[in-house]
């Protein structure tokens, strides 16, 4: 699949796809977006790799904050950290809340985001990245990822799911679910009315 697209999908529409696609056209195509604990929580663990830096550190170059993108795939947004080998083959390392996400399709999303970022490593360095890594804040411990044949095929679809989703204006039915009770935007999704799907826009001539 190769895009040439103007207007970048960020990667992280494809987590929020992957968590739930009404919250990412909430956020991504209605521009929507509220705090809640979670999310604040999720901002100060991510303080700690925001700010742009370089160190090295037992042979390893590390740096912070990375801006990455791919042209084929239409990909743009930035790696917490790049663990660089000395051949230059690139290690990403995103950074969660909590110890380990505890339901399966949460660390799925987890996987799909450190995928794409891999992705983007790939186009941008000419180098293979067949691994990555979750870093769980909470428990100050890593996740090693696989960006296996699968995983990758699923950055692809999602990426091809978001930039459709953006493309139609049509805001999914809300899943009313276990992802509820976390989502910072519960009270403007209004996930219980269960609204039949709406236009995000109407055009006006």
């Not at 830096?53 to 993108?69: D, H, K, N, Q, S």
């Not at 995983?151 to 692809?156: I, T, Y």
Request: proline share 8%; charged share 25%.
């Amino acid at each position: 699949m190769i895009v040439d697209d103007p207007n970048p999908i960020p990667l992280s529409a494809l987590q929020h796809w992957c968590y739930c696609p009404r919250q990412c056209a909430l956020i991504h195509v209605e521009q929507v977006f509220a705090e809640n604990l979670y999310t604040l929580r999720g901002q100060a663990v991510h303080s700690q790799v925001d700010a742009p830096g370089v160190e090295v550190r037992t042979g390893l170059r590390v740096e912070r904050a990375l801006p990455v993108w791919s042209d084929r795939l239409g990909l743009i947004g930035k790696c917490d950290v790049v663990e660089f080998e000395p051949d230059g083959t690139p290690f990403p390392v995103e950074y969660k809340v909590g110890s380990r996400a505890k339901a399966v399709w949460i660390g799925a999303c987890d996987d799909l985001q450190l995928a794409a970022q891999a992705l983007c490593l790939e186009e941008m360095t000419g180098k293979p990245v067949p691994t990555g890594a979750i870093f769980y804040a909470k428990s100050k411990r890593r996740r090693t990822v696989a960006i296996d044949a699968a995983l990758r095929l699923r950055v692809e679809e999602a990426a091809t799911a978001v930039r459709a989703l953006s493309a139609s204006a049509v805001l999914p039915e809300p899943t009313f679910d276990e992802r509820c009770a976390k989502c910072s935007l519960a009270e403007i999704c209004q996930p219980d009315v269960r609204p039949m799907p709406e236009k995000l826009f109407v055009m006006i001539d």
